[in-house]
DNA sequence: GCCAACGTTGGC
DNA sequence: GCCAACGTTGGC
């Protein structure tokens, strides 16, 4: 999961203990918060959108999907003026600290092969909820952040 | 600031 | 339904 670290970094996210996921607004991203992530799951926490950006720690799933409250929040730059509350538009989950790591670069990240063919590394990718496999997540959680 | 690679919008 | 124009993301 990407986040800007102006917006939420580990740090804030270490500090809170929980975040919910807020102000997703891109259908595929909120389509694997609402119907694909299970409470439990494991988050690898991607800054984007900073001078260095990379895994910056571990998180983990630890809500059911709910309504994004900011859609329908006017004040709230994530407002949604045709969302509905009787048929919401935007989910997210909340996501839990877990422990920070030591940065895994984006071009670090590059140079593995077993991480080649990851969704958030892929040429173009803008969607800032991606899935990982199974092999890669013991690949960067076994390998690279003992 | 630039620009590739999208996703969204809206006229038709 | 098509598609041009526009907006956004995000690395560099």
């Known amino acids: 999961m990407k986040s800007e670290p102006d917006e939420a970094s580990i ?58 409250p900011t859609q329908f929040d006017p004040k709230s730059d994530y407002y949604d003026k045709a969302s509905k509350q009787e048929a919401p538009r935007w989910s997210l989950v909340d996501v839990k600290f877990v422990r920070k790591t030591p940065l895994i670069a984006l071009p670090a990240l590059r140079e593995y092969d077993a991480l080649a063919d990851m969704v958030v590394l892929r040429r173009g990718n803008r969607l800032s909820i991606t899935p990982v496999t199974p092999a890669e997540w013991r690949f960067i959680t076994e390998k690279l952040m003992k």
Do not use: K
Request: proline share 9%.
């Open 11 to 68: 740090d804030d996210l270490a500090t809170r203990g929980t975040l919910p996921w807020t102000g997703v607004r891109n259908y595929q991203a909120r389509n694997f918060m609402r119907d694909v992530m299970r409470l439990g799951d494991g988050v690898l926490f991607y800054h984007s959108s900073c001078p260095e950006p990379g895994i910056a720690g571990l998180a983990e799933v630890s809500s059911a999907p709910y309504p994004d």
